[in-house]
């Protein structure tokens, strides 16, 4: 048997159908039928094979991929088949897939921090993923159940929901202080507004340079929104809060970083997900000056990815907007992302 995929044949170029075996699981692994796949902005420069630095400079991420290669990982399905050693796996059940999945043997492994392995294999970066019918997982263990969600918004919470909560837990002890600011409205920040809504009891300010944007996240309960791109809007802030003490920024680009430490209170934290580049400098005096803290972070462990699905049915956080859109619309649908034109997450349906 066969099954189809959207595949990565050439960086650079639009993404084209493949067909492929369909894989047999061996041993712990499992095949999951996939039912829906979220499309993220990291898709891009995968598809691109390149982050950009600053100066106008490249990192290059093509090596170590063989082509055709699937992207996606932000995957949710059921269990179609697995391998004689997969305990506990039930054939038509439900999961949402973890795709950080490293090598565990490294230290970050052996720490359960995954997500950072020194060789990882995460599914649609370093091994084929989502865009596609099917997809093979190494152990039942990256399987989660995801009722009574849907699988659209179980597969976004696998990346975009993972980010933006490792994030925000990394600011818990400054949001006690005063208002929180998340800067950028895209699919990871507006999940990151749901998020920070359920997780703490302070005012959230969010900015952002689209107006579309700015008026979904007025309407998702924001306690006030600001245009990034305004001259005044840092002092606006700073008027409003006196300063923050804990910034997320989801944009990670020079502009919003210099934004974001721009409206900072002495003390203050600016925890970094976004993957935009550019370079970004600043006095190293007033590191010590302000004592402030810029921290990264990169989507989240799979203990926080069942901490997450447990707060999210407990609190009962609604997704942002989701739009479903066919296999087949794969590359159009990074397109319009590249554009700016999804607000909140797209979503390929199998």
């Not at 170029?13 to 039912?35: F, H, M, Q, W």
């Not at 499309?39 to 170590?64: E, I, P, T, W």
């Not at 506990?88 to 052996?110: D, N």
């Not at 009574?148 to 002890?173: E, I, N, V, W």
């Amino acid at each position: 048997m066969q099954f189809r995929r959207q595949s990565l044949t050439a960086y650079g170029n639009p993404l084209c159908e493949t067909v492929a075996d369909l894989p047999i699981p061996k041993g712990s692994e499992v095949l999951v039928r996939i039912a829906r796949c979220g499309v993220c902005h990291s898709d891009l420069h995968m598809q691109d094979g390149y982050f950009r630095m600053a100066d106008g400079k490249q990192l290059d991420v093509r090596a170590g991929r063989e082509l055709p290669f699937t992207l996606g990982h932000e995957i949710a399905g059921t269990i179609d088949a697995a391998g004689p050693n997969a305990a506990g796996v039930k054939s038509g059940a439900s999961a949402a897939v973890y795709p950080w999945i490293g090598c565990g043997q490294c230290p970050a492994c052996r720490a359960g921090d995954e997500n950072i392995c020194a060789a990882p294999r995460h599914l649609g970066i370093n091994v084929d993923g989502g865009y596609a019918t099917h997809v093979l997982i190494p152990h039942p263990r990256y399987l989660l159940d995801y009722t009574p969600l849907s699988a659209g918004y179980a597969g976004a919470l696998m990346c975009s929901g993972l980010t933006a909560y490792a994030a925000l837990k990394r600011l818990a002890d400054r949001a006690t202080r005063g208002p929180m600011l998340l800067v950028g409205l895209g699919g990871v920040g507006l999940m990151g507004l749901a998020l920070a809504r359920a997780m703490f009891a302070t005012p959230i300010f969010t900015a952002d340079i689209d107006p579309k944007k700015r008026e979904t996240a007025l309407a998702a309960g924001a306690d006030a929104v600001f245009d990034a791109a305004d001259p005044g809007a840092r002092k606006e802030i700073l008027k409003a809060s006196g300063g923050i003490h804990a910034v997320c920024d989801f944009v990670g680009s020079d502009k919003s970083l210099t934004f974001a430490t721009g409206v900072l209170a002495k003390g203050g934290k600016v925890v970094v997900t976004g993957l935009i580049g550019g370079g970004y400098t600043t006095a190293a005096a007033m590191f010590p000056l302000k004592a402030m803290t810029i921290e990264g972070t990169t989507t989240g462990t799979l203990a926080e990815a069942r901490a997450l699905l447990d707060l999210v049915r407990a609190k009962d956080i609604k997704p942002p907007p989701i739009a479903e859109r066919p296999l087949s619309a794969a590359e159009a649908t990074l397109q319009d992302l590249r554009a700016g034109r999804i607000v909140g997450r797209a979503v390929l349906t199998m």
